[in-house]
């Protein structure tokens, strides 16, 4: 069945890729990063900026028990990092925001704005880690408070939370589920979580398909679920749901419709009411309608993409990491229109000839006209690659 489907992807990749112009035959140059985010030669877990990109927020393991370290790092400098003096920080100086210990190893790291909270799922501890970030009267971040600890299920492996901050929703790969989290404040600080509902994701036991979520998303009153092992997109409907009503069994969030993807979809990332889905297996990009939920087009991006996310204008940004091209590909950043009538896939370098690069998590900073692309490169683990936006990518199409 797999081999079936992914040679079907292959061929309307290779169709679509005939119709596809690129955005200028000229600008098929590589891209060197201008800056690095140099975070101690430390496993990075993940990234998130704040809402105005005056900052960014890192998850750093270190050692084999993964203590994981926030790291308050300045956009306008990255080599400036906010927080405290803490023992066993990574980074130069020992400044971080807050340390969480134990086997946590998290695959992802959320922040809300409005309640100013770093949300943290630890993979292999099946515990969601919930810590406030204090700022000074300059706006700098200071220190993140202890961590709050709410048992979810196994393997977390993303999370995603509402505007206000009050809900989260974990994708839990071990086990096919999603636990969705109600998080309670005392004051404006928060003091304890508890999941009110856990959805299965793959409810018919005697035919089990273990579909192994891996990323989510909200959007409105629905969230929607990205399933690797069945190429699948699935939403989960009444996220907003009274919570007393819930745990009583008056209202339900259950799962909803469910879409094809590509082949082994693994990231996914919204403009407006349009989610794009990386296909990592068939090296696409999945163009998907969320009301309703329906498949719209599948377009070809570089080798085994990892990453994806948008500028929240109108361009689509994938990182490609090359891993599986037999001929030795290299990694690179594809850019595509969101009505996917361009698309300009370019090789990426490290900023020392050399070095190692794998490309995987990727974020979009805009900063008034300017843009820049924030690669996580796990080939030399404690690192963040910032490159610049190419011409063509600055303005919209």
Not at 193 to 208: H, M, R
Not at 276 to 289: A, E
Request: hydrophobic share 40%.
């Amino acid at each position: 069945m797999s081999s079936k489907y992914k040679a079907l992807a292959t061929v309307v990749g290779l169709v679509v890729l005939l119709l596809l112009p690129l955005v200028n035959a000229q600008e098929q140059q590589e891209l060197t990063p201008f800056a690095t985010l140099d975070l101690g030669g430390s496993k990075v877990n993940g990234f998130v900026f704040t809402t105005d990109g005056k900052f960014v927020f890192v998850a750093v393991s270190v050692g084999r028990d993964s203590s994981v370290f926030l790291v308050g790092a300045s956009t306008a400098d990255v080599k400036k990092f906010y927080g405290k003096r803490v023992r066993g920080c990574p980074v130069a100086g020992e400044i971080c925001l807050i340390q969480i210990r134990g086997n946590v190893n998290p695959q992802d790291l959320a922040y809300n704005e409005a309640k100013k909270v770093l949300f943290v799922p630890g993979y292999d501890d099946d515990t969601l880690y919930i810590s406030q970030v204090a700022f000074d009267k300059d706006g700098n971040p200071t220190e993140a408070k202890a961590a709050k600890k709410v048992a979810v299920g196994a393997g977390p492996r993303a999370v995603a939370v509402n505007a206000e901050g009050t809900r989260a929703f974990t994708v839990n790969e071990r086990e096919h589920t999603i636990s969705v989290v109600d998080i309670l404040y005392k004051g404006d600080a928060p003091d304890k979580g508890e999941v009110i509902a856990t959805i299965k994701l793959d409810p018919n036991e005697e035919d089990p398909t273990y579909p192994s979520p891996v990323d989510i998303a909200v959007l409105g009153d629905r969230a929607f679920v990205v399933n690797t092992d069945v190429w699948k997109i699935c939403e989960l409907k009444n996220i907003n749901a009274d919570s007393e009503k819930v745990k009583k069994g008056e209202e339900k969030i259950e799962l909803g419709a469910c879409v094809d993807t590509g082949a082994y979809p693994r990231a996914m990332a919204m403009l407006e009411n349009t989610a794009y889905v990386i296909n990592s297996l068939g090296d696409s990009v999945s163009q998907l309608s969320l009301d309703p939920l329906e498949s719209k087009a599948e377009v070809p991006v570089g080798d085994a993409p990892r990453g994806i996310t948008t500028d929240n204008q109108c361009w689509v940004v994938v990182t490609n990491t090359g891993v599986d091209d037999a001929e030795g590909g290299r990694p690179s950043l594809s850019f595509l229109s969101a009505d996917l009538s361009k698309s300009l896939t370019l090789p990426i370098t490290a900023k020392e000839l050399g070095d190692p690069i794998v490309p995987t998590q990727v974020q979009v900073l805009v900063k008034e006209n300017a843009k820049e692309v924030w690669v996580l490169n796990i080939g030399a683990r404690g690192e963040i690659l910032i490159y610049p936006v190419p011409e063509a990518v600055k303005s919209c199409p």
